[in-house]
């Protein structure tokens, strides 16, 4: 069988294209996902189905990719989760739906993609929220994902200190962090009613599942994309063991920030010196594919609490963002500080240190990284590096969002909370060179993966896709998910990765 439509990967972005697109009864769409798929809420494993741990981030989790990626060159390669089932990252995320700011695609629109300016993308949040607490013209009320916010009277101890802290700093309260405006301390859109994380498996998948003309086919990778001449005319994948290949008039790559530019690769899609490097006869010379690497460098400052403060894990998410400017900054909103307890991993229970945690995230970082292949075995995980603080704006900003951490510290609010502070140490402390080694030994990532296949007009010779995320230079091939990001947004990708599949299934 030929289908209309192949969708490669079963994540936040593809999720909702198979929803949208097997709308129309007279296109086949099929959703190939290398992961798991658990058709129901009550099939669901705990740790996809509730909030509060991060068990399926574990790098021994069957439900993500267990990268390894290289961050800076003070720290050996870590660990990168990404999702792997049906749901994708959405399905293991922290459940932060929060908006790209007016800014973000303002800037988008000004490279030359005038289809992503800020009036034409909010349609598309609004279509996808079911906001629970703002009902006005910029958000939405009778969308699929539920969003909500947890109100003051219920905040945890030691995030409504830190709300308090940052206002006695002069901070303004910001009780609407996605709308156009937004800046301040306040309470994160969640998308996690009673706790259950809803990802787009559950919001938009799940009530399309009986349509005849959608396929849905689990525990199947994707190895390739296959071509005659420049259109892509189907995928190669492997599945129980046999490899085999399946057409279709067009095919979607929504496997990730990651997974998309290596599927491309694989297939013959990037920079051709590089492919020929490896052994992969080159289809289509691209040569950003895998390069503009972008993500939120983030920065932990830990602190150990008194006895007597609750440190038990918050079942619906609650946490506070704190928006601001850096010092000498031409971009708003380049910083955020979040707070919360250091949890296990595994579980979702606190660890015993009784620590929390001020995490300072980079925004708008300078630094890009890129990402290549290593082999054409597409078992074998694509080489990549985040290349972080390479430029000395960034380690700016996040020394002074360090030292931010220590002024709320010191704020009465936390008086009876915080006992001590544990990292980073006074003589890391000591100087901006002692700071900034610091900050490169111990730096961590968001998983906001940004990028890796860009969007842009074809005069940028780093763009991969169009603004309708057609691949430049091929037909019958487009990529829809956090890769087409020409930059990471000032804020949490998830929200905008949505946006942008239903924005696109609108042209497919």
């Given at each position: 069988m030929q289908y209309d439509v192949i969708i490669v990967g079963g994540g936040s972005a593809g999720c909702v294209l198979a929803a949208r697109l097997s709308e129309d009864p007279r296109r086949s769409v099929l959703l190939l996902e290398a992961g798991a798929d658990y058709p129901t809420l009550d099939m669901l494993p705990e740790p996809l189905k509730y909030g509060h741990t991060r068990a399926a981030e574990a790098e021994n989790s069957p439900h993500n990719w267990a990268l390894r990626g290289t961050i800076t060159p003070?720290?050996?390669a870590i660990h990168v989760a990404q999702g792997k089932v049906v749901g994708g990252s959405g399905a293991i995320n922290g459940q932060v739906m929060l908006r790209g700011l007016l800014e973000d695609f303002e800037d988008w629109a000004a490279w030359g993609n005038d289809e992503w300016s800020y009036r034409k993308v909010l349609p598309y949040f609004k279509k996808m929220e079911r906001d629970l607490d703002i009902q006005d013209d910029v958000h939405g009320t009778d969308g699929p994902i539920p969003i909500l916010r947890r109100q003051q009277e219920l905040w945890p101890p030691i995030q409504a200190a830190f709300h308090q802290a940052a206002l006695a700093l002069g901070f303004p309260a910001d009780p609407d962090m996605n709308g156009p405006e937004s800046g301040g301390i306040g309470a994160m859109p969640m998308n996690n009613p009673d706790g259950l994380r809803m990802s787009t498996a559950l919001t938009h998948l799940n009530p399309a599942r009986h349509r005849l003309n959608l396929t849905i086919r689990p525990n199947a990778l994707t190895r390739r994309v296959l071509f005659e001449g420049t259109r892509a005319v189907g995928v190669e994948v492997e599945s129980g063991g046999e490899v085999f290949t399946i057409t279709g008039k067009e095919v979607v790559l929504s496997a990730g920030g990651l997974k998309s530019p290596h599927l491309?690769?694989?297939?013959?899609?990037?920079?051709?010196?590089?492919?020929?490097?490896?052994?992969?006869?080159?289809?289509?010379?691209?040569?950003?594919?895998?390069?503009?690497?972008?993500?939120?460098?983030?920065?932990?400052?830990?602190?150990?609490?008194?006895?007597?403060?609750?440190?038990?894990?918050?079942?619906?998410?609650?946490?506070?963002?704190?928006?601001?400017?850096?010092?000498?900054?031409?971009?708003?909103?380049?910083?955020?500080?979040?707070?919360?307890?250091?949890?296990?991993?595994l579980s979702g229970d606190v660890l015993p240190d009784r620590t929390i945690r001020f995490s300072c995230a980079l925004e708008l970082p300078v630094s890009a990284g890129e990402l290549c292949l290593t082999s054409t075995d597409p078992h074998v995980q694509p080489h990549f590096d985040y290349r972080y603080l390479e430029d000395p704006w960034d380690r700016q900003r996040l020394r002074e969002a360090v030292r931010l951490c220590l002024q709320l510290a010191r704020q009465k609010a936390y008086a009876d909370i915080i006992a001590e502070r544990l990292a980073p140490t006074d003589q890391d402390l000591a100087s901006d060179d002692a700071l900034d080694t610091w900050l490169l030994k111990t730096i961590g990532t968001a998983r906001h993966i940004s990028g890796t296949c860009k969007m842009g007009p074809a005069a940028d010779s780093m763009a991969v896709v169009d603004q309708y995320a057609r691949v430049h230079g091929l037909t019958g091939l487009r990529v829809v998910d956090g890769s087409i990001l020409p930059y990471v947004t000032r804020a949490n990708t998830h929200a905008t990765i949505i946006m942008a599949a239903e924005r696109v299934a609108a042209w497919i």
């Amino acid at each position: 069988m030929q289908y209309d439509v192949i969708i490669v990967g079963g994540g936040s972005a593809g999720c909702v294209l198979a929803a949208r697109l097997s709308e129309d009864p007279r296109r086949s769409v099929l959703l190939l996902e290398a992961g798991a798929d658990y058709p129901t809420l009550d099939m669901l494993p705990e740790p996809l189905k509730y909030g509060h741990t991060r068990a399926a981030e574990a790098e021994n989790s069957p439900h993500n990719w267990a990268l390894r990626g290289t961050i800076t060159p003070l720290q050996d390669a870590i660990h990168v989760a990404q999702g792997k089932v049906v749901g994708g990252s959405g399905a293991i995320n922290g459940q932060v739906m929060l908006r790209g700011l007016l800014e973000d695609f303002e800037d988008w629109a000004a490279w030359g993609n005038d289809e992503w300016s800020y009036r034409k993308v909010l349609p598309y949040f609004k279509k996808m929220e079911r906001d629970l607490d703002i009902q006005d013209d910029v958000h939405g009320t009778d969308g699929p994902i539920p969003i909500l916010r947890r109100q003051q009277e219920l905040w945890p101890p030691i995030q409504a200190a830190f709300h308090q802290a940052a206002l006695a700093l002069g901070f303004p309260a910001d009780p609407d962090m996605n709308g156009p405006e937004s800046g301040g301390i306040g309470a994160m859109p969640m998308n996690n009613p009673d706790g259950l994380r809803m990802s787009t498996a559950l919001t938009h998948l799940n009530p399309a599942r009986h349509r005849l003309n959608l396929t849905i086919r689990p525990n199947a990778l994707t190895r390739r994309v296959l071509f005659e001449g420049t259109r892509a005319v189907g995928v190669e994948v492997e599945s129980g063991g046999e490899v085999f290949t399946i057409t279709g008039k067009e095919v979607v790559l929504s496997a990730g920030g990651l997974k998309s530019p290596h599927l491309l690769l694989l297939s013959g899609v990037g920079p051709a010196e590089e492919l020929r490097q490896v052994g992969i006869p080159p289809v289509h010379h691209l040569p950003g594919v895998g390069k503009n690497l972008r993500n939120h460098p983030i920065a932990s400052v830990s602190m150990r609490v008194k006895e007597g403060i609750t440190l038990l894990p918050d079942n619906r998410g609650t946490r506070m963002g704190l928006r601001y400017t850096a010092s000498g900054s031409s971009t708003r909103n380049d910083i955020m500080i979040m707070t919360n307890a250091v949890y296990s991993p595994l579980s979702g229970d606190v660890l015993p240190d009784r620590t929390i945690r001020f995490s300072c995230a980079l925004e708008l970082p300078v630094s890009a990284g890129e990402l290549c292949l290593t082999s054409t075995d597409p078992h074998v995980q694509p080489h990549f590096d985040y290349r972080y603080l390479e430029d000395p704006w960034d380690r700016q900003r996040l020394r002074e969002a360090v030292r931010l951490c220590l002024q709320l510290a010191r704020q009465k609010a936390y008086a009876d909370i915080i006992a001590e502070r544990l990292a980073p140490t006074d003589q890391d402390l000591a100087s901006d060179d002692a700071l900034d080694t610091w900050l490169l030994k111990t730096i961590g990532t968001a998983r906001h993966i940004s990028g890796t296949c860009k969007m842009g007009p074809a005069a940028d010779s780093m763009a991969v896709v169009d603004q309708y995320a057609r691949v430049h230079g091929l037909t019958g091939l487009r990529v829809v998910d956090g890769s087409i990001l020409p930059y990471v947004t000032r804020a949490n990708t998830h929200a905008t990765i949505i946006m942008a599949a239903e924005r696109v299934a609108a042209w497919i």
